[in-house]
């Protein structure tokens, strides 16, 4: 649905995207993740041609990012970072005007979007609180039915039970079988909804992770104070990986976590833990704070 070849965004001598090649399958989830600066509104940006690259290529669904901006737009909907709209207009007519241009938009559509998000479409933009004027910008982008939803941190500046509600409808978008590409800085959103993460870094996709399959990892860590006694044959494939510092260990494992727990328990260890390794362990090994990577 999603292809990119190369893609690379200078602005002036800075390069901010370089040599992407992303591919992302019809009906899939993926968060774009990344600390600021990263590069990922500058791809969206791309994505959607309100930016040229400086080299390679991007289509959606076959048409091309950069030179057939209309055919991109009608396979979109595409919630922006910044949220800018008409600020003498009335929400409600910020809504029929998006949804009339859009091609596969819908007023009904739109007023009903907004009502979820418990969103007064009778008051001004310009009156609008930041928050609100974020709803009106969703209640745009999720009221169309556009196979693909690109979104730029939907859920900034909005309460945590209206943050809960729009993670949900993106969630719903996505199990009627829309393809959805979104940024955000909370990991647990991204864990939430999507099948899939990249990670980027200073403009480059430094990871891409299935989090099907990161779902099925656990970090257990006991403390122990010999060296730990080689790994049985049959639990080989089930351990991803070993750390030993001083008496405490940790063991990353894979898939079941029975059997791995049934050789652990004939140690003599104390103070056994076995938690789910999550997304932001596998951020943190690409961005973890300076404090963290110096301990
Ligand atoms: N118009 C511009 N001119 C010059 N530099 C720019 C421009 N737009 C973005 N940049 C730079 O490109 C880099 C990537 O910016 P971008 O907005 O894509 O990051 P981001 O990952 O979306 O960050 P955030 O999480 O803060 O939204 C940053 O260093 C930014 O300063």
Redesign the pocket.
Known sequence: MLITHDLTKK??K?L??DHANIEIAEGECCGVL??????????F?LLMGFLSPSHGTATIGGRDCQHDKVGVHSLVSYLP?DVRLFDEMKGRDVLEFFADIHPRGNRDRSYATAKRLDLDISRRVGYMSTGMRQKLGLSIALSTDAPMLIM??PTTSLDPNVRAEVIRMIGEAHKSGRTVVI?S?VLSEIEDICNRAII?RQ?NVVHDQNLHDLARRHAVSFEFDKPLPSIPESLRDRIAGIRQSESQVTVETEGDLRDVMGWLAQLPLTNLKAQRLGLREVYDRYHAPESERAA
Request: aromatic share 8%; proline share 4%; glycine share 26%.
């Open positions: 602005y002036g800075f901010a995207l990344g600390p600021n600066g990263a590069g990922k509104s500058t791809l940006r970072g730029d941190e940024c800085h980027m403009g």
